[in-house]
């Protein structure tokens, strides 16, 4: 199947790297130092499950050289994902499958709106997978699971063969989901709360589960998002706070949210889409959201980053 992944670190090298060495044809949109390192000798991925070297991969910085493609999985972070969705549309032909791997829960329709001659899915992926260097790609996790589905309607054939594609190489888990909204809440319900209360604290997650004030903060910030859902009809489990801080329980105790490591490095924030939104759904509904209220007037000031010399 013939591939386009529109940015290359660390989630799309991963997607690069593994549907290469599956034998499917990918066309990848990067730029700068990545870019010449993946025309010069491709990617490295290392990792739990072992080392990927795919050698020199078709990469341009300009989408209307590389050509239309069946699927496209657009990685970007939200705070990017508009613009760059518009410079990869030549990439994306009337009713390519779009597939998008961002945090929280509005990156469909923000690429829907960006790109309205393709079929955007809703998706959420868990992985754990960064670029430490120009094409080289380091996992932590030793899984990679992605669930997608049309939005909105059932799933047709071309999204299951889509589905299908992906799960063939043997480092991707991927399979259609019966229900993609509760799939994108449940991990907006743990990635939301940890980031935002991770971040308050500067702090990894041993810290959040093992100091009590921070433990009863993101157990309330945790109902905060749940009170959302429920208020939105997304079918969550009811015991969806203590399976939440059991998943974190699970997370290596100086495991950190991605927004905490992006703060750290004085890198831009994805707290419009994090706190942010938890912020704005409980205004429109009428929810209170006083953690993630904290988190967002906190952390405004910082949302850009620090200018890189």
Request: charged fraction near 20%; charge should be positive.
């Amino acid at each position: 199947m013939k591939f386009g992944i529109v940015g290359i670190g660390g989630v799309g090298g991963y997607f690069a790297a593994c549907l290469t060495q599956a034998g499917h044809e990918v066309a990848l949109l990067a730029r700068g130092a990545n870019l010449a390192a993946l025309r010069e000798r491709g990617i490295r991925l290392t990792g739990p499950l072992g080392p990927v070297e795919t050698g020199p991969l078709r990469a341009s910085d300009d989408a209307r050289t590389l050509g239309g493609a069946e699927a496209v999985i657009v990685t970007p972070k939200l705070y990017d994902l508009e613009s760059i969705a518009r410079q990869a549309a030549p990439m994306v032909a009337p009713g390519t499958i779009v597939i998008p791997v961002q945090n929280g829960v509005e990156a469909q329709p923000i690429l829907a709106r960006a790109l309205p001659q393709a079929k955007v899915l809703k998706a959420t992926i868990y992985i754990s997978s960064f670029l430490v260097a120009p094409g080289t790609i380091l996992q932590k996790s030793p899984f990679c699971r992605l669930r997608i589905a049309a939005a909105p309607g059932p799933s047709g054939d071309d999204v299951q063969r889509v589905a299908a594609a992906l799960h063939k190489p043997p480092r991707i888990e991927c399979a259609v989901s019966p229900d993609i909204d509760a799939d994108l809440w449940r991990k907006f319900a743990m990635l939301a709360p940890f980031a935002a209360v991770a971040c308050l604290a500067r702090k990894p997650v041993g810290a959040v589960l093992g100091e009590p004030a921070l433990l009863a903060e993101f157990t309330a910030a945790i109902g905060e998002v749940a009170a959302i859902a429920a208020a939105k009809k997304i079918a969550l489990p009811p015991d969806i706070v203590a399976a939440t801080i059991a998943t974190t329980r699970a997370f290596p105790p100086d495991a950190k949210p991605s927004m905490l490591e992006d703060l750290e490095a004085g890198r831009a924030l994805e707290l419009e889409w994090l706190a942010g939104a938890v912020v704005r759904f409980g205004k429109e509904l009428g929810i209170p959201t006083p953690i993630h209220e904290k988190t967002y007037r906190e952390l405004l000031p910082l949302a850009g980053g620090k200018k890189q010399s």
